[in-house]
């Protein structure tokens, strides 16, 4: 059972990048799914949030607009479209999975977690 985050890289500010979340081992329209991102220095704060029951969405307020999540449950990956991003969005972006949607939205807690996969939003 695994979890794969990939798709970072280097972008400039303004510009955009989509995530991909690859699981292996299980189904991922059977979890919730999240995106994490942990900054140098700062604690773990979550990004987004996709629903398992009836895919509806959340996302933290700083990238509300700006970040879209989705499933591609032919290829059994979410993404995480990125775009208008700010400097202050560098950061280890992390996907996790969990049953217990209130556990991985309101607690950040989850049954797996990806590698992570770094943003840099710099000129």
């Known amino acids: 059972v695994q979890l794969q985050a990939s798709g970072g890289g280097l972008v400039q500010p303004g510009g955009s990048l989509r995530l991909s979340c690859a699981a292996s081992?299980?189904?991922?329209?059977?979890?919730?799914i999240g995106w994490f991102r942990q900054a140098p220095g700062k604690e773990r704060e979550r990004v987004s949030f996709i629903s398992r029951r009836d895919g509806s969405t959340d996302y933290a307020d700083s990238v509300k607009g700006r970040f879209t999540i989705s499933k591609d449950n032919a290829k059994n990956t979410v993404l995480l479209q990125m775009d208008s991003l700010k400097a202050e969005d560098t950061a280890v972006y992390y996907c996790?999975?969990?049953?217990?949607?209130?556990?991985?939205?309101?607690?950040?807690?989850?049954?797996?977690w990806g590698q992570g996969t770094l943003v840099t939003v710099s000129s």
């Open positions: 996790a999975a969990s049953t217990d949607e209130f556990k991985i939205w309101a607690t950040s807690r989850a049954d797996y």
């Open positions: 081992g299980f189904t991922l329209d059977d979890y919730a």
